[in-house]
């Protein structure tokens, strides 16, 4: 069976302190993802990454960053938290190749709250 | 302007009723469509792909129209079991891989 693995469900936080998302996948896959997810919003891309040690912006990647030394795994950095940064965190993971029928894996988020 | 839009719903429907749910994309060169499915606290789950010529699996049929920009997903005879969030998707080229952009969602009631 396949799995992304995450590694708090929940995590609570203070303002200012550095918080990090740790993302663990079985399945070789090259690229790996991260999302938060908003009432209203729904997912929004924050960064992404299609090989060791390379990294991407995705559409919201203010206030994170990210490290991949690792295939397997994909972490999300929060340099200094705050509370507009309170929300669901989702990693996901993709095979390379054309995704025509390629489906995102997801683990299954961390809730973050910072206080 | 949302690179996907859907309207977030909630669509409250009998059990038994069909339901259809369409999603607009302003991107013309998205590559891939995808329908997801989420349940309440949990992680998105791919329910299908969507191609040109329709496709359909089981109660479920996605059609896609990449002259409108348009893809939609039509539930015939609905289950309980299909309440859920529905998550259009679909995949852009990026800086060496492809992308998955999600709409915000749909939200789906099936009442008793």
């Known amino acids: 069976d396949v799995k992304v693995t995450q590694s708090s469900r929940y995590l609570v936080k203070r303002t200012g302190e550095k918080v990090f998302l740790e993302c663990v996948q079985d399945m070789d896959h090259e690229n790996m993802f991260w999302y938060r997810q908003d009432p209203g919003l729904g997912l929004r891309l924050i960064y992404f990454?299609?090989?060791?040690?390379?990294?991407e912006k995705g559409d919201i990647p203010e206030g994170y960053s990210v490290s991949r030394e690792k295939k397997e795994r994909f972490s999300l950095i929060l340099e200094s938290a705050s509370t507009n940064q309170t929300s669901m965190y989702l990693c996901a993971s993709t095979p390379a190749g054309a995704p025509s029928n390629t489906e995102a894996f997801f683990g299954q988020g961390t809730r973050l709250t910072v206080v | 302007r949302k690179e996907v839009e859907q309207d977030p719903g909630p669509f409250n429907v009998p059990e038994g009723a069909t339901v259809a749910f369409n999603c607009t994309y302003s991107?013309?060169?998205?590559?891939?469509f995808f329908w997801y499915r989420q349940d309440c606290r949990k992680e998105p789950k791919l329910l299908m792909s969507v191609y040109s010529s329709g496709n359909e699996d089981g109660r479920f049929t996605a059609q896609l129209n990449r002259a409108s920009q348009y893809i939609s997903l039509l539930i015939r005879d609905s289950k309980l079991s299909d309440s859920a969030t529905y998550l259009c998707?679909?995949?852009?080229?990026?800086?060496?891989?492809?992308?998955?952009?999600f709409g915000t969602g749909t939200r789906l009631k099936v009442l008793a």
């Open positions: 990454s299609y090989d060791v040690k390379m990294k």
């Open positions: 998707v679909v995949t852009e080229y990026a800086s060496g891989t492809y992308k998955y952009i």
């Open positions: 991107n013309s060169a998205s590559q891939s």
